[in-house]
C-alpha cells in the first residue's frame, strides 16, 4: 500500500450558521455553544458588538475580547453636523460598551489593519491571493449581481442598507 505525504487542499466552512436578523440569534449562539469554552468574537455590523458580549457574558472561557470591525452608527442619520453628531454618538456609545465589558470581563478593540505590518502581508499578500486561486480558501457567500454599470451602485447600497445576510452584492461594470 502506498500513502502520499501530500494532503488534498482543506476549506474553511461553518459548522452551524445563525441569521443575525433573528430576534433570538443571541440565545440561539448561547445554546449552540453551551458546555463550550468561548473567549473571542468578531463583531461586524450594527448591534453586532453588544450580541458577542451578550454571548461572551455566558460562555465559560477566560480572557474574553470582542474583536469590533465595524464601530455603530446612529440609527437615524444627524440632518446638521454630520461628522459632530456621529462622532459624539460614537463616542458616546463606546464609552458605554466599555464600562458593560469591565462589568462582565469582557474586553473589546476597534480592528485596524496596517497593511505594512508583517501579519497584514502575511495574509493579504502571501496567503490569500494564492489560496483563493487555488481554491483552498474559499469565499463562503454567494454572489447577487444587483445591476450592471455605474448607474446600479445606488441600487445595490440600497439594498447593503436594508440588510443582506450570507451574500455578496456585485454590480458588473
Known amino acids: 500500500m502506498k500513502f502520499s ?14 441569521d443575525y436578523r433573528s430576534p433570538t440569534v ?6 449552540a455553544l453551551k458546555g463550550k469554552s ?7 455590523g450594527n448591534g453586532a458588538a453588544e450580541k458577542c458580549m451578550q454571548i ?9 475580547f470582542v474583536a469590533m ?6 440609527e437615524k442619520e444627524p440632518q446638521s453636523l454630520n461628522l459632530l453628531r456621529t462622532a459624539i454618538s460614537f463616542i458616546s456609545w463606546l464609552i458605554a460598551y466599555k464600562f458593560n465589558g469591565m462589568i462582565k470581563g469582557v474586553k473589546s478593540s476597534l480592528i485596524t489593519v496596517d497593511i505594512d505590518s ?3 502581508k502575511h495574509i493579504f499578500v ?23 454599470g455605474l448607474e446600479s451602485i445606488q441600487e445595490a447600497f440600497n439594498l447593503q ?5 450570507a451574500k455578496k452584492l456585485v454590480v458588473s461594470l
Open 126 to 148: 502571501d496567503f490569500l491571493p494564492k489560496a483563493l486561486q487555488k481554491g483552498s480558501y474559499v469565499a463562503a457567500s454567494e454572489p447577487e449581481v444587483t445591476g450592471r
Open 26 to 31: 443571541a440565545e440561539d449562539m448561547i445554546r
Open 118 to 120: 508583517s501579519v497584514s
Open 38 to 44: 468561548t473567549t473571542g468574537a468578531i463583531s461586524i
Open 5 to 18: 505525504a501530500r494532503r488534498p487542499p482543506r476549506t474553511t466552512s461553518a459548522s452551524q450558521v445563525f
Open 161 to 165: 442598507k436594508k440588510g443582506v445576510s
Open 56 to 64: 461572551l457574558d455566558k460562555s465559560t472561557g477566560t480572557n474574553k
Open 69 to 74: 470591525a465595524t464601530f455603530p452608527l446612529p
